[in-house]
């Protein structure tokens, strides 16, 4: 009995985390200008089908990492070294090392 007691508020929390972590995706994605690729343009319904690449020095964090746990403010600092691109095109940049495209 206890451990699906324990289950459930595990679950509840996680769903919860979930929750709180995609709607601070989507305004951040809001934040740099909505849900548009900034290399090839694609501009997919879907939140999951961004990346926030950074292309300014001083990176501290990895976006993704700070939705979880820090302020709207640190991940607006954060932001402000960042674009929206769609993860084809961030693996693309990452693979063949451009730099001058934006």
């Known amino acids: 009995m206890w451990g699906s007691v324990?289950?459930?508020?595990a679950f509840k929390m996680s769903a919860f985390g979930k929750n709180k972590r995609e709607?601070?995706?989507e305004r951040a994605l809001t934040y740099l200008g909505g849900k548009k690729c900034k290399r090839c343009g694609t501009d997919s319904l879907h939140h999951k089908?961004?990346?926030?690449h950074h292309f300014k020095a001083g990176k501290e964090m990895n976006i993704s990492k700070m939705l979880d746990?820090?302020?709207?403010?640190?991940?607006?600092?954060?932001?402000?070294k960042c674009v929206v691109l769609c993860a084809n095109c961030h693996r693309e940049v990452h693979a063949y090392g451009e730099r001058d495209w934006w």
């Not at 089908?49 to 926030?52: C, G, H, L, Q, W």
């Not at 746990?69 to 402000?80: C, D, P």
């Open 6 to 9: 324990l289950y459930g508020s």
């Open 49 to 52: 089908a961004y990346d926030f």
């Open 69 to 80: 746990a820090k302020t709207w403010q640190s991940i607006v600092k954060e932001l402000n």
């Open 23 to 25: 709607n601070l995706k």
